[in-house]
């Protein structure tokens, strides 16, 4: 037997390795993947998982310099200064009633933002930012009811709690707009 035969020509060499590029270049397996799932920032909240989407997301940072306002709810923290921006922080956990754990030393706000409504979320740590399959979402619990239902989008297989960010920020019970008496 021949050597040569088992070699292709240099024509023949380039046409295969040109249509293997074109092939991984595609990826059609991952853009359908993205187009399947959303990117969330994942982080613990009273013990629980919790997640919201990236697109809400506007940065996270450690809650510092924090004023408490008068006659505003219970989940109203207070105030931070964002580099010159005032921003208000919500605490889920009392919005959502959950159990108080305390305030750790090393917790992050994620300030989520939507144009028209910019607010702060206290968390206990944040676990990171990955891609949750839309398939992977199941509808709310039957067993959960109250606030918390409002602003699910779901739940995953691994019992990460999805909040529904767009829900979170234009919902009316959240704006504070209670004024103090003369």
């Given at each position: 037997?021949?050597?040569?035969?088992?070699?292709?020509?240099?024509?023949?060499?380039?046409?295969?390795?040109?249509?293997?590029?074109?092939?991984?270049?595609?990826?059609?397996?991952?853009?359908?993947?993205?187009?399947?799932?959303?990117?969330?920032?994942?982080?613990?909240?009273?013990?629980?998982?919790?997640?919201?989407?990236?697109?809400?997301?506007?940065?996270?940072?450690p809650l510092e310099n924090l004023t408490p306002l008068p006659c505003t709810p219970?989940?109203?923290l207070g105030i931070v200064n964002l580099r010159g921006e005032i921003v208000s922080?919500?605490?889920?956990?009392?919005?959502?009633?959950?159990?108080?754990?305390?305030?750790?030393?090393?917790?992050?706000?994620?300030?989520?933002?939507?144009?028209?409504?910019?607010?702060?979320?206290?968390?206990?740590?944040?676990?990171?930012?990955?891609?949750?399959?839309?398939?992977?979402?199941?509808?709310?619990?039957?067993?959960?009811?109250?606030?918390?239902?409002?602003?699910?989008?779901g739940i995953t297989t691994e019992r990460t709690v999805v909040l529904d960010g767009?829900?979170?920020?234009?919902?009316?019970?959240?704006?504070?707009?209670?004024?103090?008496?003369?």
């Amino acid at each position: 037997m021949n050597a040569s035969a088992w070699t292709p020509g240099a024509d023949e060499t380039r046409r295969v390795l040109h249509e293997r590029a074109l092939a991984l270049a595609a990826e059609p397996g991952r853009t359908q993947l993205l187009a399947e799932s959303i990117e969330v920032v994942e982080f613990l909240l009273a013990h629980e998982r919790y997640a919201v989407e990236s697109s809400y997301v506007r940065e996270v940072y450690p809650l510092e310099n924090l004023t408490p306002l008068p006659c505003t709810p219970a989940f109203v923290l207070g105030i931070v200064n964002l580099r010159g921006e005032i921003v208000s922080v919500i605490d889920l956990r009392k919005f959502f009633e959950l159990p108080q754990t305390g305030l750790p030393d090393l917790n992050k706000v994620i300030v989520l933002d939507s144009g028209n409504m910019r607010f702060g979320i206290l968390v206990d740590l944040i676990l990171g930012v990955r891609r949750i399959a839309l398939s992977d979402i199941q509808p709310s619990l039957p067993t959960l009811t109250g606030i918390r239902e409002k602003y699910l989008k779901g739940i995953t297989t691994e019992r990460t709690v999805v909040l529904d960010g767009r829900k979170l920020l234009t919902d009316a019970d959240i704006v504070v707009q209670e004024q103090v008496g003369a």
